[in-house]
């Protein structure tokens, strides 16, 4: 089994945290060791977010260890948050072959006289990685479905209907009904499956 | 659907973080009696037992501060239940006055003392801490888990260790472990079922003199049977490689997580000794592995504690051995998985091509830094909107404390001039206003911090006359680390209805004669209750409450 490395960033309230433990529990259905790393406390209050997700094989010279991701070293970063591939793009490499997967979302900083527009964000990420893709996220789940927090799961979904990592789709479908609570479930599945049938 | 972590199909592997590890550790162990004060990196520990307490038997509370969390636990463990005191590194500080003397007398029933500290001090203002200082200190056995599943085992052998030898174990996480997510497989869990009774023994629980001269010699005595029976060997002090080398890694917590990643990527072959015992150390085992080396490369966070033991080991039995450590590794801030990688390159001669750092090459796209800020709606925007309009910020001194309001030191509002530890705003105010008395000063303190060590600050500010304006931020609840009950709520961690203190009978009590109770919505009211306490001439300590609860309760 290869190592698969996966970056979320975001701000504070996004789901970050939500969207890390999915992708943990989806990955031992799968049959993978995993380690998370993830912050709590003050820094979450609005501030930015940044999970690190690793899977790969329990036992062997290939087991992984560290919980931290090594700079150049991630298969994949979902930036819920575009300003926030400003500063995970550390994690990215064309060596690596780094996916980014940038939500057209963008949250004001405060104290920040300029809103780059994504499309300049996205020109400078090109750089860094070979896959830069921008997913209007936010757009399409506040237009279908009224809420905007639910595009990290639709990401997740398109991630899934694309191939772009090796978690199996119903994996990923049983892990959120395992993480989210019970009322939240349907919403959820249906913010996934709207981007599969995309 | 049963939560995964009170689950008990034995066997079972589920994802955990370190903190959850420890809880699960302490269910496996048959904890009966769990204390916590609520703090970043550990406050998932007490957050968990809060939800799990009443469904599995196990009496759980958030205490007033850290020091009456510990007290609590002993008195719980003197009368013979399994008990978990649980706080992050700055609670120890505020418990240690206790802890000491705690670590003499020992305990009946197995105590266990989980303690994270916050590298890089992710969330953690005023210092950043290495609690293994604290074993030289007070002699207190310390382990040291990697992973949650270690956090788990780890918590169930200091169970066991604490009961035979008698004495409180701690746990020491730093951030990367108690925030680390991980597969945990699960034990089975075990219903504490012990009646406590406290049997009259002042020759083990007084710590008079000159007994407690002999009780310090008993424990010395205690942590060299530690060391021979238990740590030299135990499995937790390991060594991972046995092949022939001329070099050697020493290591522990998270960083051994690193190293392995370090020797995998370079392709090395390099004996690594895991240390899961911190104190007392396997002297012997650790002579045993570097005896044979010609250099050794000790990983470890923060303060080069592990290091100066082994070059004090080395000294008996390997005087040419170098011993590499701080030189190759910061010991300012959190380890990264790189560091220890180039660190480990540089230490076994190994070339690592390092690519040059890319940067973001457009000005505009180069972005400050997100501050956190008050959430939406946070009643605490209403007070300092209110201070903006009250005074000149720049002839205003601002006291801070750790609390959400600590958020108005970052924009737009930039109000606070120092910040120290829980409980202190008030007490630096007080040596201010007596030594400047014309300058004018706020000092903020939030309704947790005021219970848990604003009040002996009020008190001395009152009796020894001096006028400060002390705003209380009452909003009900701990917020800044998940709304934990304090004793001011109606609710105690069990559930059970109470009622909850009153500040103003406190701060009355206190001799407080100017007192205002105002919900910050007011906000005329609350700019002229501001200006009016800044103004008056009498020589006294004026207190606002700013009441109104946090949008999330």
Known sequence: ?198 | MTEEIISNKVGEKIILLGNEGIVRGALESGVQFVSAYPGTPSSEVGNTFWRIAKKVGVYFEFSTNEKVALEAGAGAAFSGLRTLVSMKHFGLNVASDFFMPLVYSGVKGGMVILVADDPSCWSSAQSEEDTRAFASLSHIPILEPSTPQECKDFTKLAFDLSEKFQIPIMIRETTRVALQGGIVKLGKIVKGKRKGKFIKDPHQFSTMPPRVLEMKKELLEKIEKIKKQISEKSLINKIYGNNKSEIGIVTSSVSFLYVMEALKYLNLNIPVLKLGFFHPLPDKKIKGFINKFKKILVVEELEPHLEKEIKVLAKDINLKLQIFGKDLLSETGELRPEQVLKAVAEFSNKKLKIKPVLKIKNPKLKIPKRSPQFCPGCPYWLVFNALKKAVDPKKVIFGGEIGCYMLAFYPPFHFQDYLFCMGSSVGVAHGIKKSSNKQKLISFVGDSSFFHSGIPALLNAVHNKSNPLIIIMDNQTTAMTGHQPNPGTNKTSMGNSVEGAKIEDIVKACGVKNLKIINPIKQKEFIKAVKDSLNNKINEVSVIIARRPCIYI
Request: net charge positive.
């Open chain 1, 1 to 198: 089994m290869k190592e698969f490395n996966i970056i979320i960033s975001g701000v504070g309230g996004q789901g970050v945290i939500t969207l890390t433990r999915i992708l943990a529990k989806a990955a031992i259905f799968d049959g993978y060791d995993v380690r998370t790393s993830e912050l709590h406390g003050l820094s979450q209050k609005g501030g930015s977010v940044e999970t690190h997700i690793r899977f790969g094989s329990m036992t062997g010279s290939k087991q992984i260890h560290s919980p931290l991701i090594k700079k150049g070293k991630a298969n994949l970063i979902i930036c819920i948050e575009a300003q926030e591939s400003l500063k995970s793009y550390i994690y990215s490499s064309k060596e690596s072959n780094t996916i980014f997967l940038i939500n057209d979302f963008i949250k004001p900083i405060l104290g920040s006289k300029i809103i780059p527009p994504v499309k300049d964000i996205l020109k400078e990420i090109k750089r860094f990685s070979k896959q830069v893709m921008s997913i209007p996220a936010s757009k399409i789940v506040k237009e279908k479905l009224n809420k905007e927090v639910l595009a990290g799961v639709y990401i997740l979904g398109w991630t899934t209907s694309k191939n772009l990592f090796p978690l199996k789709r119903k994996s990923i479908l049983k892990s959120i009904e395992k993480t989210v609570p019970k009322k939240y479930f349907l919403l959820n599945k249906k913010a996934f499956d709207l981007a599969n049938y995309d």
